[in-house]
């Protein structure tokens, strides 16, 4: 069964029955994350809390209701404005077409036992006319036009990405999202278009006997940090669990720190603006949690996440356009079991998505046991700007450009993660201090540069400064890590680079450790095994077909790393069943050590390790 299918089985909203949760049970790590889940979503029956003050809401609660026992519940906007710290809203299950919801308390929202509530950001459209050629149109009121951000150079990405992708307005037909057209001509069974100017959505498909959906509304639960139904901040971050938000325009959830929330042309992540210390952001929300939560659909993030003390943990973030999760200013941030899919479904190009960015002067963020899948046409975990002592450990990464990026930022331990069929597995640019130790790459290369970038004339401003400088992007650590490249991969496996504007100028060596890694590539022939700089001369960099012709360039570098090529056996105990334990170790492979401070992130107690992120695969008995 692929990963994919037991990742959906995992994460549906809905109550699963109990032959799926045995077989997750039974399959264990058999998924090939370190833990092997669940992720995303887990059933759960959500007790109506016996203390606190508790409001019942329905889709269709009267607003003048109390909303005191289940029978008889108020609407969820009347809840929202009536409650304070420490009470409760229960939604009854249905769908709640709702947004702009204000909560500046810290309030928790839950399903009734094990109903399934669910917050859309559409209005259904039942009223057509028909215009022969196949299209159909309606009037809509509430339309989201958008631009891109001014930093999007449109002279370079203009031919790939046609500007009507940047407007936030979504069309579903049957639950099935559309893609966006230029103009009427384009619209068919898959495609719509809006006129702006004159109000009107076009579809190509006939409406009758069809759920046609349209957005109505920009975000779902907006968390002011000023003063909201006659109640000041009280600076707490709701909880909220069971629940499920999807097809909203722009984002489902919003948490500002000291700025207002942008508008969806505007700059959102500039909070703080410049090098800020640490106790100057992420105060003005502490404390939001997420559990069991999905957020689907939304046209540019799930949700905008500031504050220190974020969790988001075993909920599903799927089929966003820019971002999924995008936490900004914060620090003490805890993300884990969380599946997270199909970012960027529209393509965009020189946006520069995530499907978690982690962005602007946040401190320890954790990233740790996810699974990131789905993700062609964006990177899958970015530290961007600024970043302090992060930690991504026991991660599953697939089929991003970037698995993990960290740039602009200082101090990062990448450790028990498998990344497969990544562009790169893991890219570090413009940093320094990243430890990476003990991981998987499978057909997934190794990255660290630097370049010239700084903070003067940068495109971005200030970002550089917050980083450290061009002579400081140093003190990288890769040691005990598994490389592993099909026959037809083509490159070097791990890549250590600078730019040529920078060789003769920045001689410090990027790494302070490099050794007892293992390489394994099946054919190869002609194909760099190494690329690394800084080297005397002036390309300051060149690339090496074997470890021993890396060592007489650079001395003392992967003294006791292994290179077999071509290595012609079973790498992987199953690569189909996504089991990444070596199905043998390979003659003259040896345990590394593992720095206790690490072992304590992974859970492990050997003080040694095979090279990679999981065991070998226990030897099979002959019968």
Not at 230 to 245: I, M, N, P, Q
Request: charged share 20%.
């Amino acid at each position: 069964m692929p990963l994919s299918t037991l990742a959906s089985l995992a994460a549906r909203p809905r109550r699963r029955p109990a032959f799926v949760l045995a077989l997750f049970a039974a399959l264990g790590s058999a998924v090939a994350q370190p833990s092997g889940g669940p992720y995303g979503p887990v059933p759960q029956r959500y007790e109506v809390p016996k203390t606190g003050h508790v409001v019942f809401v329905a889709p269709d609660g009267r607003a003048e209701a109390a909303g005191a026992t289940p029978a008889e519940p108020t609407a969820l906007e009347a809840a929202v404005a009536r409650v304070v710290t420490g009470d409760t809203i229960v939604l009854r299950g249905g769908t709640y077409r709702t947004g702009g919801q204000e909560l500046n308390q810290g309030v928790t929202l839950q399903p009734y036992l094990d109903e399934q509530p669910v917050l859309k950001g559409t209005r259904v459209a039942a009223q057509w006319e028909n215009l022969g050629h196949g299209v159909w149109r309606t009037r809509w009121a509430t339309l989201f036009p958008a631009k891109p951000m001014g930093w999007w150079q449109r002279d370079r990405e203009g031919m790939q990405t046609p500007l009507h992708r940047f407007n936030a307005d979504m069309v579903f037909i049957d639950g099935e999202p559309l893609r966006s057209a230029g103009w009427e001509g384009e619209v068919s069974a898959k495609a719509f278009y809006v006129d702006y100017g004159r109000g009107y959505v076009y579809i190509g498909t006939d409406p009758a006997g069809r759920l046609v959906e349209i957005t109505a509304h920009d975000v779902a639960l907006h968390r002011p940090s000023r003063t909201v139904h006659g109640k000041a901040s009280d600076r707490k971050g709701f909880t909220l669990r069971g629940l499920t938000f999807t097809q909203y325009a722009y984002r489902a959830i919003d948490i500002e720190g000291r700025k207002p929330s942008a508008l969806i042309s505007e700059e959102p992540t500039d909070d703080p603006v410049g090098p800020s210390p640490e106790s100057e952001h992420g105060k003005e929300v502490v404390g939001t949690v997420l559990e069991n939560v999905t957020i689907s659909h939304c046209s540019r993030v799930a949700g905008y996440f500031r504050g220190d003390r974020l969790v988001i943990r075993n909920s599903l973030i799927s089929d966003t356009g820019t971002e999924g999760i995008y936490v900004i200013g914060s620090s003490d941030v805890l993300l884990e079991r969380n599946l997270i899919r199909r970012n960027n479904v529209h393509g965009l190009t020189g946006y520069f998505p995530a499907a978690v960015k982690i962005f602007n002067q946040s401190n320890r963020v954790v990233v740790r046991d996810n699974l990131v899948i789905e993700q062609p046409n964006s990177n899958g975990v970015w530290y961007d700007v600024g970043n302090v002592d992060g930690v991504f450990v026991n991660n599953h990464v697939e089929g991003a450009q970037a698995g993990l990026f960290f740039e602009i930022s200082k101090g990062i331990t990448v450790a028990g993660n498998v990344f497969v069929d990544n562009q790169q597995g893991v890219r570090i640019l413009n940093s320094s201090g990243a430890k990476v130790l003990h991981n998987s790459f499978v057909n997934s290369p190794a990255l660290f540069e630097r370049n010239e970038r700084s903070a003067q004339g940068d495109h971005f401003g200030w970002h550089p400064q917050t980083g450290p400088d061009v002579n400081e992007r140093v003190g990288h650590v890769f040691e005990g890590n598994l490389l592993v490249a099909d026959a037809g991969f083509k490159g070097p496996l791990l890549r250590l680079e600078q730019s040529p504007a920078t060789c003769g100028k920045v001689t410090a060596p990027m790494a302070a450790r490099v050794d007892g890694n293992l390489y394994l590539r099946a054919g190869g022939a002609g194909q760099p095994l190494v690329r690394w700089a800084p080297l005397p001369g002036p390309a300051c960099q060149a690339e090496f077909p074997s470890l021993e012709a890396l060592r007489q360039a650079v001395p003392g570098v992967e003294a006791g790393s292994r290179a077999l090529q071509p290595y012609d056996g079973a790498v992987f105990r199953s690569r189909e069943l996504r089991r990444f334990e070596l199905a043998g170790v390979p003659e003259g492979v040896r345990p590394q050590p593992v720095p206790e401070a690490v072992r304590k992130l992974l859970g492990w107690r050997e003080a040694s390790h095979l090279p990679g992120a999981l065991p070998a695969a226990a030897p099979v008995e002959a019968r």
